[in-house]
């Protein structure tokens, strides 16, 4: 099966910088998508960012200017480039991939990592 791991999380100062990975590995014959989410305690878990395989991506528009997803698909990981953090950027990040896990690549499923914390302090 298909298995997530990120890395990259940790305690920043206001206005620092901090980039967090995902690799997928396991049975994946093709991705369609990989996207990173966010969620506070209590809060509703909220896209932060995402890129297909055509190479397009999209930001929520809290984020816009500030933070840059990229993937390396010779090694099926999403990164997310994150500058002039904020307090207000304090969550749990998630991974999240879209791909198929063998051809023929008629049904695709939804694939998420453990969760990375991140912590922006004022």
């Known amino acids: 099966q298909v298995q997530l791991v990120e890395s990259g999380g940790g305690l920043v100062q206001a206005g620092g910088s901090l980039r967090l990975s995902c690799a997928a590995s396991g049975s994946i014959f093709s991705i369609t998508a990989m996207r990173w989410y966010r969620q506070a305690p209590g809060k509703q878990r909220e896209l932060v960012a995402a890129i297909t395989s055509g190479g397009s991506s999209v930001y929520a528009d809290s984020v816009k200017g500030r933070f840059t997803i990229s993937r390396d698909n010779a090694k099926n990981t999403v990164y997310l480039q994150m500058n002039s953090l904020k307090p207000e950027d304090t969550d749990v990040y998630y991974c999240?991939?879209?791909?198929?896990?063998?051809?023929?690549?008629?049904?695709?499923?939804?694939?998420w990592g453990q969760g990375t914390q991140v912590t922006v302090s004022s």
């Open positions: 999240n991939v879209e791909a198929c896990p063998e051809r023929p690549c008629d049904n695709r499923y939804d694939y």
